[in-house]
DNA sequence: CTGTTAGCGCGTTCAT
DNA sequence: ATGAACGCGCTAACAG
């Protein structure tokens, strides 16, 4: 017997009540006599009722979806911030749709497109987009947030203090006594890498420490690998580095001890971002609480969807130096 | 100029056609002249048309999205298997809607429901269940997938020999000369745990070598740690550990070398999945194809979907050893 | 090739 | 407290 789905009419009948209680008992309003309730209730469990959620987005437009569109991420980044906003939106009732673009700002915009209909508010992430190219993207009518890009001022973002995080990571690496500093940078596209080399310089002309080596890296192991190989084969002398993230961190560090370099007592390192293979490797960095931003920006997200809630204060979430054996005499 | 946005008979209107015609148009019907098409697609454009997705769902009765059930997952396995699955079902059209549950079968029950109706298929990972138990959760009527869990003999299953996998992982540190070994299970209650500490067991009955102390880890660092410190205690000797997965293997390193032993000469390691972190850490273990594996499940669903298509076989991906640091004398 | 129209399943007035 | 009826926006069957 595997018959179509049974609809609200086929309960309605078989609780012998119109449509309309039923949706009523469904919905949990309150003018509906208990007894007509139960009989609802039990009609709902013989026919294993389950509504129809396109008819109920349709008629009531609202989807109970969040979308969400994420550049190419990789690895623990992701995986934080999806769980950060799955979170707070299941705890809301609300599921997430999602959609990993990838840099092309074409396809954000279809990425944004698809989803237009099928959810209730957007949370997007697009570090390499400007703010006007989000503004654009961005459909007017609907609820939406940025994560971890340049904020905008026509809507909620859930930022991180890039600058303050690079400079006070530098300042350790002074304060540590290293004054050669060179600093790995990020893709010259993206926001946040512009932002930690615009720090990293500006800690550097606060202390009036030497003018620093600076290179550009693309976020990836091989980016920073390669940076500190041609630093080297070139010649070039230096004490500390400031990677744009982790990843370049790491590269970094292999490519150091591969030129016999010992790390933290010729070169002191520290990378961005804080995710487990730098706690593992002992490496200093700046933690980003990336399920935390996640989950503010959905749970601000929902605030606006349920209750057209404006404002577009950017929301400052705290970063905190993590110190390990990479800028430190002893092993972690 | 905030005003609602515009349906089909807006869009007929304009391009002075009927709406039947503009659905045409919109879905790539043949019978449609070329000059009907033009004005209905300049319409389109300039009314910044978008079709809505539940009115076309609700009359189409389907939603062009895949839900997809994971449990509470971490890191790269999870970011991995998404991204396998993210590729596969754009490229064919299809949107993911994603449910991160917990171990519950309760919770994982409510996470199928609130997807019935919204979603074409049903892609489900859920290795803490028995088989039965999700055969009974899933819809009947609803195409579905399983991914790296038990098999059903209704639904096609995407999964890996684990037997064979944790087979070969002990074999081969019984190869390099060690035959005192020990096993960090997972957790009793997961399907892959449970099968790799049978194709440990059964290595190690094939080779006739003594009988081996085996652990109940929780597939965590942590619990490898633990394991590894408890034998320490109680004096146990061992030369060769293969651990459930990769992080307990890499509790199990720490604990191993805070208790001054080297790796691999003392006590040779092998871990199983083949997480970034291996790679850094050196750590030996079994690659298990994450990616390709979530792709080929929404391959095959999408197919059901579109095709209506049965099939029960399970698709077993192949697994390969990766020989590192923790099993060799020479550093990786 | 094109237009008219009847549902798709549900929420929600408006009467009663 | 309950029921009848309309409309949400779209697809597809049917007529022309």
């Known amino acids: 017997m595997k ?3 049974a609809t609200i009419r086929d309960v309605a009948r078989r609780a012998k009540v119109s449509v309309a209680s039923v949706s009523r008992a469904l919905n949990g309003h309150k003018n509906v006599r208990d007894d007509t309730r139960d009989r609802v209730l039990q009609a709902i469990d013989d026919l294993h009722y389950v509504p129809n959620a396109a008819a109920r987005s349709l008629s009531s437009s609202q989807t109970r979806t969040l979308g969400v569109v994420l550049p190419d991420l990789h690895g623990e980044f992701f995986s934080e911030l999806i769980r950060g906003m799955d979170k707070a939106a299941s705890e809301r009732g609300y ?28 949370a997007v992430m697009a570090p390499q987009l400007s703010r006007d190219a989000i503004d654009r993207l961005m459909p007017e009518e609907m609820p939406g947030v940025q994560v971890i890009c340049q904020p905008s001022k026509k809507r909620p973002s859930f930022i991180i203090d890039n600058r303050e995080g690079a400079a006070s990571a530098t300042r350790h690496l002074l304060a540590i006594g290293r004054r050669r500093l060179a600093h790995i940078a990020g893709p010259e596209g993206n926001f946040d890498a512009r932002e930690r080399r615009q720090g990293f310089l500006s800690a550097i002309a606060a202390a009036g420490a030497p003018a620093p080596l600076v290179g550009a890296g693309d976020f990836g192991e091989d980016g920073g690998a390669r940076i500190v190989r041609d630093w080297l084969a070139r010649g070039e002398r230096f004490d500390g580095v400031m990677a744009a993230n982790d990843m370049t961190a790491i590269g970094a560090l292999e490519a150091l001890r591969a030129h016999g370099l010992r790390v933290p007592e010729d070169v002191a390192l ?22 935390d931003i996640g989950a503010a920006a ?3 997200l929902v605030a606006m969807v349920t209750s057209q809630e404006a404002g577009a204060t950017p929301e400052v979430q705290p970063l905190e130096l993590v110190l390990r054996a990479t800028t430190q005499g002893r092993p972690h």
């Open 95 to 122: 599921l997430l749709l999602l959609s990993t673009m990838h840099a092309d700002p074409q396809l954000a915009g279809q990425a944004i497109a698809v989803m237009r209909g099928r959810v209730d508010g957007l």
């Open 298 to 300: 959905v749970e601000r």
């Open 270 to 291: 520290i990378g961005f971002d804080d995710i487990p293979l730098a706690r593992h490797l002992g490496l200093s960095t700046v933690r980003v609480p990336v399920a």
């Open 3 to 5: 018959s179509r789905p």
